[in-house]
């Protein structure tokens, strides 16, 4: 029996030990789910055991635990790194959801659940492509995988884990399932991911809550300052205003562009999607491009004052907002923290007291397509889909893909089978059947692959 039969025949168990996995809330944001972290960090552990590592353990760092195991063949073959996280994003607003979200449902072909797609049934395709190797004798290399449960808060404890165990970690190639393909006719590979800077503002005017009937027109209102100071970080073209911000954005070539522009891009479609009359941003780039090639600066929350039910004339103390920035190669993002950072202080008027509190970050990658790692996954991709890859860039980040290329001195290959539809970070999140069992059999061609001499 060869590896896809073995799959084939395991269906079933493997949707349904998929499913077991959604059940358990591990949302790694809330100290509620301490339990369903571990509860979670144990099931991935004994899914190990049972596919047939030599090893496996569950770390304990000073956030959430790692997942760890492995199975060495023999030392003198490649070692692939598998990497992924258990944790998932918070669900709210519940009431959004057609489904409560840790009940997964099968519907349309899909399964709808929080984790669904990110990262958990990415994560689980491997533990099945590798079980099924092993099952069927076929297994041509060394596998260690590192499962942690950080992600969705900034991975705060991986870098110390990775700094204090490079001989543990120690590999040829790392594999990563967190990102998504263009659709399902046109299978591609992310070569590049935006860093992030994220931080939180306060605005404080006067010392307590104001009558806005006694003290409105007299005296500063926070909220209309913020966004007045919110406003001006964008000129009429798009471009961020803050002195400094592009000086180290990496600019591509006309080459480089066209190549991303191979990438089938259907503008009323996106538009359709999202019921938007016309897309935004970055004068003098496509919207594949400003999500891909050029940073940005965002508003992920903002508020202040009165906001339940009713009507209360409050004038507010302060102000609040959260912002965040994707960057490019290049950017280093504590510096771009301390540029936002500085504006934010330098225009605002001095009758406001502006606060800034940075949260986490981290660098933007670039994944080279003339290695090993990248002719190994385009090779697979185009033995289980018919269809050679094309190479894109993702907007979102994972900071631990410069981490990795830092410590581990090898570039990851970003293999993933999500797709835009899959609502990822949404209610309704949901990832498709086709998805899941076709990342399973690309993936242990990978593996066939980058065995080869």
Known sequence: MTAIQYIEENKDRFLNELLDLLKIPSVSANSKHQ????????????????????????????????????????????????????????????????????????????????????????????????????????????????????????????????????????????????????????????????????????????????????????????????????????????????????????????????????APFDIEHYKKDLDISDVNGEQGFSTNERTGIRPSLDVNGIWGGYIGEGAKTVLPSKAYAKISSRLVPDQDSDEITYMITNHLKSIAPDYLKVEVTPHHGGSAAAIPTDSKGYLAASSAFEEAWGKKPIPTRDGGSIPIVALFQKELGTDPILMGFGLDEDAIHSPNESYGLFNYFKGIETITHFYKFYSKK
């Open 35 to 262: 339990a369903d972290m571990v509860a979670a960090a144990e099931f991935i552990k004994a899914k190990m055991e049972i596919a047939g590592v030599d090893h496996a353990e569950v770390c304990l760092t000073d956030g959430h635990p790692i997942v760890y195991g492995e199975k060495i063949i023999d030392p003198a073959l490649p070692t692939i790194l598998v990497y992924g996280h258990y944790d998932v994003q918070p669900a709210d607003p519940l009431e959004l959801w057609d489904s409560p979200p840790f009940e997964p449902v099968i519907k349309n072909e899909k399964i709808y659940a929080r984790g669904a797609c990110d990262d958990k049934g990415q994560l689980y395709m491997h533990l099945k492509a590798f079980e099924a190797m092993m099952a069927t004798d076929s297994l041509p290399c060394n596998a260690k995988f590192m499962i942690e449960g950080e992600e969705e808060i900034g991975s705060n404890n991986l870098e110390t884990f990775v700094i204090n165990n490079h001989e543990k970690l120690a590999c040829d190639v790392i594999l990563i399932s967190d990102t998504s393909i263009i659709d399902n006719d046109n299978p591609s590979i992310c070569v590049g991911l935006r860093g992030l800077s994220y931080l939180e503002v306060e605005v404080t005017g006067p010392n307590r809550d104001l009558h806005s009937g006694v003290y409105g027109g007299a005296v500063v209102n926070p909220i209309n300052e913020l966004c007045q100071m919110i406003a001006s970080l964008h000129d009429e073209n798009g471009k961020i205003t803050i002195p400094g911000f592009y000086d180290k954005v990496q600019q591509l070539t006309s080459e480089q562009r066209e190549d991303l522009a191979r």
